[in-house]
């Protein structure tokens, strides 16, 4: 569904998804194909079956945002994708302005673990921010959203791409998660590293 997120934005040019397990693709698509666009069948779509800490090690490539939504850092395998080498690893493959998005759950971890994961992406990325996922009183995670430079946010600039015609499947894919205006989704900005 993250992956999926990208289809409907109409500058995207190529998107890469690591998966490790080859089944996940086809049975997310079965299952979830109308909630992720169906990535899998997008022509801009590459799918990389390997490790995504050993395929970003292992690429020359550079991108304008890289998300990482690993499964909880305490399943087997998964730890690497919360560190600081695998962070400072995403912000070399990063293109200038480019960003980052880590998920961190608040569910099945406790406080400390949830305040080490936080404290580790604002080490190597001090201008992050935080955005929940509370909308209309639910919520069980959040996103650390990274990039070099101290974030800028322009309501009106993002007002005026939600409106026009070339952003109507952002704008409703926006929607279908409730999401109704800018400000519906700007409210779920939680903080920077200094508010912490």
């Known amino acids: 569904v993250t992956a999926g997120s990208f289809v409907p934005y109409p500058e995207i040019r190529r998107i890469v998804i690591c998966e490790m397990e080859p089944l996940i693709p086809p049975v997310a698509t079965q299952y979830f194909g109308k909630e992720n666009y169906n990535v899998m069948h997008d022509p801009r779509v590459r799918i990389i079956y390997d490790d995504a800490r050993h395929f970003v090690l292992t690429t020359n490539e550079k991108f304008d945002i890289i998300t990482s939504d690993p499964i909880h850092p305490w399943v087997k395998g998964s730890a690497t994708l919360y560190s600081k080498e695998y962070f400072e690893l995403v912000k070399r493959h990063l293109n200038p302005g480019g960003i980052v998005t880590q998920w961190v759950p608040l569910y099945e971890t406790d406080a400390g673990t ?6 580790t992406f ?10 929940g996922n509370d909308n209309n009183g639910t919520g069980y995670d ?21 409106t026009s015609p070339d952003f109507a499947n952002v704008a409703q894919s926006l929607r279908d998660v409730g999401f109704r205006s800018v400000l519906d989704l700007l409210a779920t900005y939680a903080g920077q590293r200094q508010d912490l």
């Open 114 to 119: 949830v305040k080490s994961e936080v404290a």
């Open 122 to 131: 604002f080490d190597v990325f001090p201008n992050g921010s935080i955005w």
């Open 142 to 162: 959040t996103a650390l959203l990274g990039q070099e430079e101290a974030p800028k946010i322009d309501v009106d600039a993002i007002q005026r791409r939600l």
